[in-house]
């Protein structure tokens, strides 16, 4: 199935969640905000949420730094 993800289309396998999308593109849950469908999806919800053909994604990196 297709996603757009930060604006880019990127196709990904049936039945896979936000953390597996996460693990695919080397990204720690914890360092990251997730937005699908233009609502912001709860860190403790990546596991079970299930992404659907046509899903928009962005996802956003925190970054430290002084």
């Given at each position: 199935?297709?996603i757009?993800?930060?604006?880019k289309?990127?196709?990904i396998?049936?039945?896979?969640?936000?953390s597996?999308?996460?693990?695919?593109?080397?990204l720690?849950?914890q360092q990251?905000?997730v937005?699908?469908?233009?609502e912001?999806?709860?860190?403790d919800r990546?596991?079970?949420h299930?992404?659907s053909?046509?899903?928009e994604?962005e996802?956003?990196?925190?970054?430290g730094?002084g």
């Amino acid at each position: 199935m297709n996603i757009t993800l930060n604006g880019k289309t990127k196709e990904i396998g049936d039945n896979i969640t936000i953390s597996q999308l996460l693990d695919e593109v080397d990204l720690h849950p914890q360092q990251v905000a997730v937005e699908v469908n233009r609502e912001i999806v709860k860190r403790d919800r990546f596991e079970e949420h299930q992404l659907s053909d046509g899903d928009e994604l962005e996802i956003l990196s925190f970054v430290g730094g002084g």
